[in-house]
Structures are given as C-alpha cells and as structure tokens.
C-alpha cells in the first residue's frame, strides 16, 4: 500500500529537521512530502540543504491549502492512503502505522485522537473541541471524541473527494459533512506532544473565532451542501479492488 | 422633495455619471463590471429629474418620506452589489490558490522528471 505523510508547513524552520527525521526513522516504509506554504523564515533552505521531498508554494494558503496542495499531489501520484501531519512536532509518527492498519480495515477517515480512552480535562481548548464535538453529534449521530485533532488519515476515495472539490478543509465541519454523506470514520488513541516551537495558528480570539466559524458551518450551513452518498462510490467495484 | 434637493441631487447624479464614465473607460474595467455603475447612475439621474415617480412609489409602499423610499432603495442595491462581490471575491482566492498550487505541483513533477533523467 502506497502511503503519502502530508506535512503543511509554514515557518517550521525549527522543528520541520527533527520532525522529518523522527518519521525517516519511525516510519521509513512511508513517503513523505513538506508543503512549504510560502513561509518567510528559511523553512526552505533547510528542505533544500537535506534533501527533503518539498512542494514549494509561491504564496501562503493557510492550513486547509497547504494540505490540499498535497493530497492532489498524491491523487496524481496515485497513493492510497494520505496522512495529515504536523510540522511542529505535536504528532508522534510512531502512531501512523496503527492508523493505517485501522485505514485498511474498511474506513474512510481515521483520526487520530486524544481522547478515545482518556477523559477531557475541562480547559478553554477542550470546552471548544467539546461544542463541537455535540455540534458533530447532534447533526451527525456519531460521536467523534476529537475532531480538532489534526493528525487524520484518508483512504483513496477520500483523497479523491478532497483533491477534486471545493470546501474541503481539513477540518471538523468537513468531517461532519463527510459523516452526513455517508463515510466511515474511526478513532484511534494517539498522544501528541506540547507545541515546543514556533507560533500556533491559534491563539485566544483566533480560537474563539474557529468555534463560531466551525458552530455555524457544522449546524447551519452543511445542511445546504450537495449530498452525493460517498458509501456509493468507496463500495463500488473500484474501490473494493484496490483495498 | 423641494426644489433645492433636486437640484442638487440632478447636479451630483450628472458629476457622478461623468465621474463613473471616465473612469470605466480609462481604468479599463470589464463591461459586466461596469454594467452595475451605469445603471445605478442612470437610476440616479431618473430619480432626480422625474422625483414624481419616486413619490408615486413612495405613496404606494407607504413610506414617510419620498428621501426615506430613496435610501431604502440604495442600501438595497448596495448590500445586493456587496454580496454578489463578495461571491466574487470567494470565487478569485479559489481560482489563485488553484493556480499556486498548480505552480507548485508541476515545478515538483519537472523536478522529479529531472532526477529521474540524470
């Protein structure tokens, strides 16, 4: 199975060389791609200076281009699986390979998350991923424990689906859409570490903004998206083979 | 409306006709574009040179004044027009993220051609 670890990166110059050597090591039989998304520290020069396998985007995107840039990059490499990872050193590669084996048992999305087995302690961050997770379940049926995990893999039909359409975000709403239309997403526990660089992209009235954005779009305006069935397409015949 | 008020507004409607001509045809802007501005101005025009149907409709709807009909009437047009640029707006970041991330995947693929070549 061809597995592509997609990891957006804008001014990681500090952790992208431990990160992509902890994943050289923990998971060599896995390829790997940076998305450089226009970052004005020297992000770059160290993927050159390395060697490492980069795209290099001319402007900034933001996270959800970032990603998208590499998952077309694998539906026209035509991998089976992608997985969304951080440059920052939050996510533990060593979890990848657990989720891909769940990936291959039958789902679409896997995600990786903090909380399948340990409780929410009550702090600003996991208040929010809390509403959202109700907002998930009320719309959807299905409780995902952590949707604002961003360390998620995606099965070919799902790589297809994001590389191919607009408003495909790497994030909650696009998850709850995705449950709506059929997908069969999973959990799996992984632990993920303290930010120990650079700036997040969230800070206080940043999260605060997220919450209402992904409140509205998980309850409101999902609901005025086109709706083809997904479990039609990943069950048909060409999605079966290549499982 | 009183004499003075229409004078004026024939006076700022034929300025800002002017104004919105010249400017579209030296800035270049597309016809669709400027399709908007020229109607809008000839609205203007309309409604400062015959105010009688401005009152006609303002009696009609029941409004107040015939100056309250009026600002009704373009703070329509103007949140209408702002919606249809936002859309537009939405539909440019779309195509240029597409064409970044077009750059950057084919300078990825001719790299990885050229690898393979040496």
């Keep these: 199975m061809k597995a592509l670890i ?10 992208l060389k431990e990160v992509v050597t902890t994943l050289k090591e923990k998971c060599p039989e896995y390829n790997y791609i940076i998305i450089n998304d226009g970052s004005i520290d020297n992000t770059m020069e160290i993927c050159k200076k390395y060697g490492y396998n980069v795209i290099d985007l001319p402007v900034n995107l933001g996270l959800s281009g970032a990603f998208n840039t590499g998952i077309k990059y694998a539906y026209l490499r035509n991998y089976d699986c992608a997985i969304q990872f951080d440059g920052d050193n939050q996510h533990d590669a060593s979890y990848i390979k657990p989720m891909l084996e769940e990936l291959n048992k039958g789902y679409d999305i896997i995600i990786g998350s903090r909380f399948t087995n340990t409780r929410k302690n009550l702090t600003l961050r996991t208040l929010g991923s809390s509403l959202i997770e109700w907002a998930i379940k009320i719309t959807t049926g299905q409780r995902i424990k952590d949707p604002t995990s961003g360390m998620r893999a995606f099965n070919k039909s799902m790589i297809k689906e994001f590389a191919n359409n607009l408003n495909y975000d790497p994030e909650p709403d696009t998850i709850a859409y995705l449950i709506r239309r059929g997908a069969r997403i999973k959990e799996v526990q992984v632990s993920m570490n303290e930010r120990q660089s650079g700036e997040s992209y969230l800070n206080f009235s940043k999260s605060i903004f997220y919450m209402f954005k992904m409140g509205v779009s998980i309850l409101i305006l999902q609901f005025f998206r086109k709706k083809d069935s997904i479990a039609k397409i990943s069950h048909s015949k060409e999605g079966r083979e290549k499982r | 409306m ?7 507004l024939i006076i700022v409607s034929f300025l800002s006709m002017y104004f919105i001509i010249t400017r579209i045809r030296k800035s270049k802007v597309q016809i669709d574009d400027s399709l908007f501005w020229i109607l809008f101005s000839v609205l203007i025009l309309i409604m400062s040179i015959f105010p009688a149907v401005a009152d006609y409709l303002t009696f009609i709807l029941g409004i107040y004044s015939t100056v309250n009909f009026l600002f009704l009437v373009f703070i329509f047009l103007i949140i209408m027009k702002m919606f249809l640029m936002s859309i537009k707006i939405s539909q440019l970041e779309n195509k240029i993220k597409e064409l970044t991330q077009k750059i950057a995947l084919s300078e990825k693929f001719n790299e990885e051609e050229q690898r393979k070549g040496s």
Excluded: G, H, K
Excluded at chain 1, 6 to 15: G, K, Q, R
């Design chain 1, 6 to 15: 997609v990891i957006p990166a804008y001014n990681e110059a500090e952790s």
């Design chain 2, 2 to 8: 009183t004499d003075f008020l229409r004078i004026i």
